[in-house]
């Protein structure tokens, strides 16, 4: 005869840690309109970053092109030295001396 019962064990665990949740909602528990205002946002973000980084070179460019002497009577916005270089060159085109 055979027996047609047979021995299984089941481990069984405690429920201790049954309160514990993922700290991010998954896909598809998040409201669709987030996910397009984030993106919106994310675009807007991008639109501004990249203004501001192309007013820095304009910035950065006109600084150094200040130090280059690019400008007509040597450099007249020099630091410190701009009122010195403006007046004379006033006085040079008041008396006609061509340097």
């Not at 998040?30 to 991008?46: A, E, G, Q, R, Y």
């Not at 400008?71 to 009122?83: A, K, N, T």
Request: aromatic share 10%.
């Amino acid at each position: 005869m055979v027996s047609s019962s047979f021995l299984v064990k089941i481990d069984e665990m405690f429920c201790l840690v049954c309160d514990v949740t993922a700290k991010v909602s998954a896909n598809n528990a998040v409201p669709s309109w987030i996910i397009l205002l984030v993106k919106l946002l994310n675009i807007l973000f991008n639109v501004v970053l990249l203004h501001c980084l192309s007013c820095t070179v304009y910035c950065i460019l006109l600084h150094v092109f200040r130090h280059v002497s690019i400008f007509d009577y040597g450099l007249p916005v020099r630091h410190g030295q701009c009122w010195c270089l403006l007046s004379l060159s006033k006085d040079r085109e008041r008396e006609n001396i061509r340097p």
